[in-house]
């Protein structure tokens, strides 16, 4: 870490800094030029928080040089995690379709497009038991009910299953889900990710809606840092000045995370832009760009199902664009 | 609320659109114009998400005409909402000063600066114990620990304290706490908010990094729809694209806020700009834009603190600050 | 456009509104609501600003209907537009490679880079003459020569070339360019806009740093309407909270823009990210979204251009890029 | 400036950067550490651009040290710079207030509106002449003929006007400006800039919609580099994703730019929310924060004048609010 010091700091100040980071078993060189003196830290930055620093009076600014995540980092674990479930596994080569609707209804209705996308190539099944929304007044999801009704979808299918936890408290119902998902709102739920650090199901993480890499990474560095190297991202589109989709699908993300990550990383195109029609168009870019798979939300009856309808495309459109998919796949790993 | 409709929509779809809206006692009035079809939708809309509609093939657009929020509304509660905590009132005309360190360290540290602010005129103590961190390698905050002695200091010096949750689990706890804050990594914790408005205690709501107003007056309505209608506003800087400063505060959000709730709005200026020489030149624009109070970060010791002492000013510097805030509020309450 | 009014309007107000509109040639439909009264106005809506309305006192909000561009619109047009220059094409099924060095430096450079990027199956030569620089002490591009110097190239080669044009008043040497570029800094220089829609060169439209889709149509209407309709918008990346890559690849603008209007969509990778390393990953995966082609800087020599370096990448990693783009191409349109 | 290499960076590659930096007469000190290798460099870095060595292969991250404007440094310039304009000042203490009409309509409306403002306190006269709008279809301004009416409202009252250039070419025609105002879409108009460095009159240089501070101040460079050290910089707003308000009004880039800039900073609250109500409540926040100064759109009939109506208050409503503000001015001064 590099610290960069406003002209003339007072040395009081200065003296303090450098007592508190050798303290910490952090040895600082000075380097006084022209203009400016720099400090470098040498030693476990890790635990050091820039931004406290360069609040300091004194200081300039502050500049990382080494990356604070560990676990996640893949300067110190160059091969990529696969992460094994059931019959599939995610990472490694393979390209994974999760599919399922947006909130599980019926057991008719889960049982029923577990089936198709099943047949359709998808290996794991996901479906909302409880739904995080933006009003109290929406529908909440089935709950604890509807994640019985994912498992008797994975007994008819084999699939594992994936669903999205949303308190600490329902961790114990969650024990025979197959991957636990944290969703964008609850990325830096720090509580919450504690907790699943200190249990051995993979956690599927979806990034915050303006959450940086560094601070995914950190996240997923909370559940690591507990014993748990179960963990999938998810990248599914970030907030912007854009308003025509709900949200903006950063495709470079899939890129910048195989360089700085050995964890795998998929990709929601549903969520992303939050329109059925330009799903397929998009999930496309997402395996080109070199995505571990993708999460797709797909519906039987889009029409009597509003609720669900939207970003969910059927199961033929699925059963069409996964064989591209899964063509485009073959074609990117061709040397 | 006004559906815009594609050109020519499928006949089924809109049907079924039509027949799921009325099953939930929405009636739709259909008008066709040359180049599109709009539906005006009337009855309680508050239920119906705008996504979800926005999301099927057959629409363009959809549009809010009534606000999603009811008990959070200024239309159906003009007066603005006074909240009570012991001697003092948040709210209502008056300038609040919640002032205090980021985290609370030791007893003499929290006594010792709960004297001093409350000298120079503040009236809540603030004092994290509980301590989100980007980093799970960065110190988590005292604990209950820090509670204890948060409760100290309100018995030395009679100021309610307010401090922030992280985990439903810690609820029991904060039985004691006069005022509960809910961070802005928290803010759309839908299940943290459910049970915050189980119980009594006022809660301040810190807005999201990237909340519209909308998004974050919905948050308080999870709270008030849960019965506790005493909800403070926070505004804490918004993310942007600018990285001099941790956020940009949006000073607007006072006024938008003053039209569109009657819940109190306070402003936190120390994380808004997340550099402490800042603190008092902007914390004046606050009150000027009429906000009901301020949060501040105050330090008895910043150079020998640095985990704390980046955004905090010294008691001295709240001393002259808070005189002239002071002076100011009543300058802008002069006709 | 639909006019949400506020409840209980002043009445003077609304009719002088409504007279202004009429005088307009739009008219207007009253429709009063319980709690709120709705304007529906038919006509020419196009000429009318919304920011205008929506900032009257007695307007809550304003929605528009029909898309503000004309000539842009896909509606009107529905055919895709295809351009034609010399012996090439962009649009209309063809992926266009446009590659060449971000400055011109050499006559020896830019003949070597065109003749090689020509054998990968580049078919437009790009080239910087006049470069927009954030620093006024950074170096400012050729200018003048530099356009001769890519007149050379394409000499040479038979490659059409496609360059910057920063100011109106060079026009004139731009005379004999085959395609001018606007760059993104440009996107909203009205004055600009203006003059190139009075001349027949096809105009390369980047996107604007933070520009909706809809500011960035109106842009290219601004050029239409005076008569050029030979527009191709060009996806550059956008602005946002994430520092580290330069701009974040809105990949969903492609598929946006291909429901909105019949212009050719190309996108450039190379400044969507700033990092030579990630163009090979990140241009695959504009192809599969449906790109109608890429523009790509590409050097000779990076290691002795730092200047031109840092987001290019050499001839032979372009021409195994752009083998692998034409097999994606043709992959991704069987049926 | 301070590069942080890769691990084991290419040598050929570093070789080739070091000499490249040498050459520009920068010298490179290089610290080998244990994981990391970092350059610092000396010398006048200004014209090295950090975007162009991050992006080189070998490179890891970049940092500058010093900030790469020079004449707009307050470090060079600790004295705050003072602009006389006529009979008046802008900057050095005083509160500027410019207002006048968002477009110059009619010789009785610009000195009709000129007269009111001037008695109200006002010391500059503000109106569009051409107008960037974002369609063409939109009203452009009066153009030559405006500028002429706002010469005769300046005769009439002896108050300088303020008025937007968007062509070079129109240069000659703002010879007679008192202060000519660059708007936000043109702010890296670098040819534009350029131009107006080579001339005398003062610029008011608005923030662009996304840029950051250094970026604004590089703008101001290049005006300044040309000779011309007269600039005003002016808040208007920035994009974020909140669409409740036009933009969001920064606050704190008025003690930013303090800390950074001996020139004077004015803001505009007018268009930094775009809503006529909002204005009287913001602008007092400007003061509070220490602004030179605002510029306000204020109308004489804003009902018969929609296209200029919504974000300007009227005459009386601005003499209340500059009596509040020249009050709020005193007593922030004081100490």
Known sequence: MIVVLKQNPNQTQ????????????????????????????VGDTAAIDPDLISALE?????????????????????????????DTQIGGGTLTLMAGPCSVESEEQIVGIAKQVKASGATVLRGG??????SPY??????????????????????????????????????DVDIIQVGA?????????????????PVLLKRGLSATYEEWLMSAEYIMSGGN????????????????????????AVTVLRHLTHLPVIVDPSHACGKAWMVPKIAPAAVAAGADGLIIEVHNDPEHAVCDGPQSIRPEAFDALAKKLHGLHRYMQEE
């Open 14 to 41: 200065l003296d303090s800094l450098i007592a508190w980071l050798e303290e910490k078993q952090i040895s600082v060189n000075k380097s006084v030029g022209t203009s400016h003196t720099i400090l470098g830290l």
């Open 58 to 86: 004194i200081v300039e600014d502050v500049k990382r040089v080494q990356e604070p995540y560990k676990h996640a980092n893949k300067k110190f674990h160059p091969e990529p995690t696969v992460i094994r479930v059931r």
């Open 129 to 134: 038991a409880f739904k995080p929304r933006t």
């Open 138 to 175: 929406s529908f909440q999801g089935m709950g604890l009910e509807g994640l019985e009704l994912l498992k008797i979808a994975r007994e008819e299918t084999g699939l594992p299953i994936v669903t999205e936890i949303m308190d600490i408290e329902h961790l114990p119902a969650f024990k």
């Open 185 to 201: 709102r609850n990325m830096q739920n720090f509580s919450l990710l504690k907790e699943l650090g200190h249990q051995e199901k």
């Open 229 to 252: 190297h179960n963990v999938i991202l998810c990248e599914r589109g970030i907030r912007t000045f854009e308003t025509y989709t709900r949200n903006i699908l950063d495709i470079g």
